[in-house]
């Protein structure tokens, strides 16, 4: 297949369940940093988009998942394409 005939995905917005499969690794440690879910999305090779969602967040520790989305009102819920 040509690169024409190919999505380009690089610049489609970040979706819950992409930036969960990224990040949901860091949470093997208790309260988790931003360094940590960094390094959760840079071992399962994330795209650029998930890593600008990271750097968004203030620099503390999580409880949760769903504590690291709330700081991301932008991450999509839905599955609209691009």
Partial sequence: MSAEGV???STA???VPEFC???ENAFVVDRPRVADLLN???ASQ???AVFAALNR???RRFESLM???SELPD???GSEAP
Avoid: N, Y
């Fill in 7 to 9: 999505a380009d995905t």
């Fill in 67 to 69: 504590e690291v989305l």
């Fill in 46 to 48: 994330a795209r650029p």
């Fill in 13 to 15: 917005p970040v979706t």
């Fill in 75 to 77: 991450v999509s819920f």
């Fill in 21 to 23: 499969v990224h990040v």
């Fill in 40 to 42: 959760a999305a840079l």
């Fill in 57 to 59: 967040l203030p620099d």
